[in-house]
């Protein structure tokens, strides 16, 4: 790094840590006003799954989970406890690929009866010490609704059907089923016993990860039999659950055909990298410090393939009323475990267009997350945990994924006209309007005035995120990116600065 870099970097510092929120480069001239208008006519409902993450053991290739633990006073960190409430996930997902070799008998009951296992995707060996029953208290403490991914006979995959100690890994129907019974039983001997009278009342339920991802044991013919044999199994013991059976890989239409009676949600998953095949790309190592301008154009492009992942995921079952569920998903770019790319104000702007999408395909399109959720090392996690130790903090995604889930609506409107590099979506909760809305320009603010006709828009707030796009979000500037509250104007016109990310909440009345 050069002197001028240096003193850059020492200079947006020291601005931030004066005023409280990031100071951006010199603005170049705002784009000309222009007009923002959004229709106040409901859509469709939007589900408040949208902002979903998930926590899965990932062995020795990210802390993950084992670094969320206090294993000396048996409880999670409180940091770790503190970010997530602050972060709101509205649903925790228990599960992966972990799913496909996890018996969860072992994890449950006394610790020190709890047994060991070898972690098959991800390495090195699981303590257990973390199970059902601290998930769902982690699910408790941060407000989050627990989804659990049931093992789904391992996945049709040979290779995680036994370990290599030659313990089998798989788990039939009947075992998902005890699981159920397990946290949902007011009854249950077994849970009484491990000292837990009260029932967990787990709702949602997804059978499998990746069933259509490499298995050899079974087609979709099989998987759409054993989705059933699944369901009826576990609905015996809670007819009042949500499953979730798997429907990517084009396996959703005969999924749904044969076993939709059954299930509430079809899932798939979207891991992607925008740049996948372009070989001087700068989403990769650290080519992005060398052409910010490209790196800011190229991660922009990203809300292109997102939405087309998700809108041919839409048209499959366009003849069927089955919601979708994408219970995994994030920007998949090279040098995964330290992508530092995924570490810049840049890629929260890009995240932000992500969520954006969900909203637009929202009345399909029900559960859905833009990240993993914490760990050590990956750059994907909404939340990076410090080790040995140090402050749990968020990364870019996440601060956009917080302040979207803190202000946003139930139903879904339709932005008629906004100006050119303003990506906005809109939604309405009663008599309160929400926007979200992004500056896709890097260097360059954009001017709106926004009407929404039929509505008179009487008072409110603006809460937004701006910051040098190069920024790049780490555990000693964790906190220089934080939201700025501005009262909205009378006169509804706003100025949006470059490279920001802002929700808006607005009360209203009839005119």
């Known amino acids: 790094m050069g002197p001028l870099h240096q003193s850059r970097r020492a200079f947006i510092k020291t601005v931030a840590g004066a005023t409280g929120v990031l100071a951006m480069s010199p603005e170049l001239p705002s784009q000309s006003d222009a007009s923002l208008i959004v229709d106040p006519n409901p859509r469709f409902g939007l589900s408040p799954y949208l902002y979903m993450q998930f926590m899965e053991p990932l062995g020795t290739t990210d802390g993950s989970v084992a670094a969320a633990w206090d294993f000396g006073r048996d409880c999670w960190r409180e940091d770790v406890v503190e970010t997530t409430r602050e972060l709101g996930p509205t649903m925790l997902r228990w599960g992966g690929c972990l799913a496909s070799y996890y018996r969860w008998k072992e994890a449950v009951g006394p610790r020190d009866r709890r047994t060991p296992m ?11 010490q973390v199970g059902t029953h601290e998930f769902l208290d982690f699910s408790r403490q941060v407000g989050a609704e627990p989804l659990i991914c049931v093992n789904f006979e391992s996945d049709g995959k040979s290779y995680f059907a036994r370990s290599p100690k030659g313990d089998g890994r798989s788990a039939g129907p009947e075992e998902g089923a005890e699981w159920v019974r397990y946290c949902n039983d007011p009854d249950s001997p077994l849970r009484k016993r491990h000292g837990h009278d009260r029932p967990y009342d787990v709702r949602f339920w997804q059978l499998g990860n990746e069933t259509s991802y490499g298995q050899d044991l079974f087609d979709l013919d099989g998987a759409i039999r054993r989705t059933i044999a699944f369901a009826k199994a576990m609905h015996r013991e809670d007819p009042h659950i949500k499953l979730i059976g798997w429907g990517d890989s084009g396996w959703a239409p005969r999924m749904i055909e044969a076993a939709g009676e059954h299930l509430d949600y079809v899932a798939f998953h979207h891991m992607f990298n925008p740049d996948e095949g372009v070989a001087d790309s700068p989403l990769q190592g650290i080519e992005y410090r060398k052409d910010p301008a490209l790196t800011w154009e190229r991660l922009m492009r990203a809300q292109e393939v997102h939405a087309a992942r998700i809108g041919s995921a839409v048209e499959e079952i366009a003849d069927y009323d089955m919601p979708l569920a994408m219970t995994e998903c994030h920007l998949a770019l090279p040098g995964r475990n330290r992508c530092e790319v995924l570490s810049t104000w840049a890629a929260g702007v890009a995240n932000a267009r992500l969520l954006n999408v969900h909203e637009r395909f929202g009345d399909r399109l029900k559960i859905a997350t833009a990240a993993d959720f914490c760990g050590t090392r990956w750059q994907v996690n909404a939340v990076v945990i410090p080790v040995p ?7 870019p995604v996440a601060l956009v994924m917080c302040l979207y889930r803190h202000h946003t609506g139930e139903e879904a409107l339709s932005v008629e006209q906004a100006p050119e590099g303003l990506d906005v979506t809109a939604s309405r909760t009663g008599d309160r309007l ?7 320009r890097r260097q360059q603010s954009i001017t709106a005035t926004l009407a929404a006709p039929g509505l008179r828009l009487t008072s409110g707030r603006l809460f937004e995120l701006a ?5 790049e979000v780490f555990e000693t500037q964790a906190r220089e990116i934080v939201p700025r509250e501005r009262a909205w104007p009378a006169s509804n016109r706003w100025t949006f600065p470059p490279a920001s990310v802002s929700a808006v909440e607005l009360d209203t009345a009839e005119t």
């Open 118 to 128: 070898l972690n098959l995707c991800w390495g090195g060996v699981e303590t257990n």
């Open 389 to 395: 130790g140090g402050r749990a903090f968020m990364m």
């Open 434 to 440: 929400f926007l979200h809305a992004v500056n896709t």
């Open 467 to 471: 910051a040098d796009p190069e920024f």
